[in-house]
């Protein structure tokens, strides 16, 4: 590392948003051969800053030197000039493409000066895939290949283009635990060939294994900026949330009483005719957590979806104590006291083109206080809303702001708000804590607890085994579209919930 020379320096660096300052006054050195980690909750301005070296946005105020010089990067083209890369949380790569077909797009090379030189192109992207370690077949379809694999043609993409200054924005967000693994081991040979790497994460694993430097920013600030071989865990989170964050959760005995929801041998086939649930059956009980465990894809959306009513099942019988809701639409089952915090928060859980105010009434609005003869009473509405914001520390310019331009964090938040103000019997919770940090996944889970503590069932799905091991009262296995295993979280272990969620019943007993 050059410690007199940066290759980025951003300096006071100032952004705002009708409403918020999304970057105060940031500053960030990074060095060459350096991965740099930026760290900060959801919504405190990490997109935002790099969006803006990356010549997306301009800021308001501040100045950017790249290797020593003054420069004004008035759009991407002007960073990619200068020889800055960045891999987008979205990709942005056209499906029906090829990989190579993508790399190259916008800057084809001229054979001549009307045909594209697809050789020559080829050629480079083979010797930039062996150089970095970067595995793709260049001839496949991008809709083909898998998410880890389009990530590593966005990674070419900037190379091909010359980049030695890569920004990765949340890149393990949406991948698998191995990809992840060989994600780092990329990022590391990058580095190693003189590159230079700001990663946006809010993974404290991740920082404390892949980085070498960390700056922590909170709500547009500058915290800190730590060597990683300096820090730990504790420091970071405690820094990025501004208070002491508890790994574990604090919670005493379930106390469960009467089943609240009854489930009886839901069958289900999808539109393949193939079975995906296959005489599922379970009950979960007043005052406690039952954690659904399982690998994704075993029919955990499906019984989502048939428990809220957003689906229609072929057999069997879904009870919410006495009240059959087998096959009910979803207004109906919620209306009985179902809440439901879905898996998919931008297509069933907020319209994002509607204001804050108008998505934390989704439910009720045809209803009094909120709605009177047929006329929205907008006195109510505000009313209710800045109620929720308040309660549940949703971070929003205004009530008026569209859901759209809330972080994950806050949007999440917001439903959660909704669904506990319903005062729910039964409370579905699909992968609550999936993209967010630390401080928010600690304050969802406290709520599924508190829920819990006021007496209300909760059923927890999560892929995640920590958040189900931590959060669960009891913990059933889902597999193949049945529960294949019951067990208590203080009598298993990650091996023995591992087994069973791959297909083996080794341990536990079966729920009848
Ligand atoms: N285009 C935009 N218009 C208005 N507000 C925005 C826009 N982009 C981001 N914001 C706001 O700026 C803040 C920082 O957002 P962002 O940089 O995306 O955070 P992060 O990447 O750290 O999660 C948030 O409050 C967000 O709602
Ligand atoms: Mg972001």
Partial sequence: MDAANPVVELK????????IVANDSISLKLHKGEI???LGENGAGKSTLMNILFGLYQPDEGSIEIKGKPVNIDNPNKAIELGIGMVHQHFKLVQPFTVTENIILGMEPK???FHVDYKTATAKIKKLSDQYGLKVNPDSKISEISVGMQQRVEILKTLYRGADILIFDEPTAVLTPQEITELMSIMRRLVDEGKSIILITHKLKEIMHISDAVTIIRRGKVVDTLKTSETNPNTLAEKMVGRNVSFKIDKKPATP???ILQVRDLKLKNKDGISVLNGLSLDVRAGEILGVAGVDGNGQSELIEALSGLRKVDSGSVK????ELTNRNPR?????????????RHKHGLVLDFTMSENLILETYYKAPFNKGGFLNQLEIEKQAKKLIEAFDVRTPSIETKARSLSGGNQQKAIIAREIDKNPELLIAAQPTRGLDVGAIEFVQQQLISQRDQGKAVMLISFELD?????????????EGRIVGEVLPEQTNDQELGLMMSGSTAGGKRHE
């Fill in 12 to 19: 006071q660096i100032t952004k705002r948003f009708s409403g």
């Fill in 36 to 38: 740099h980690a930026l």
């Fill in 111 to 113: 054979q001549l000066g």
């Fill in 257 to 259: 009483g009467e089943a």
């Fill in 320 to 323: 919410l104590k006495d009240m």
């Fill in 332 to 344: 109906f089952v919620s209306e009985q006291g179902v809440s439901h915090i879905p898996e998919d």
């Fill in 467 to 479: 958040e189900i091991m931590n959060v669960a009262d009891r913990i059933v296995v889902i597999y």
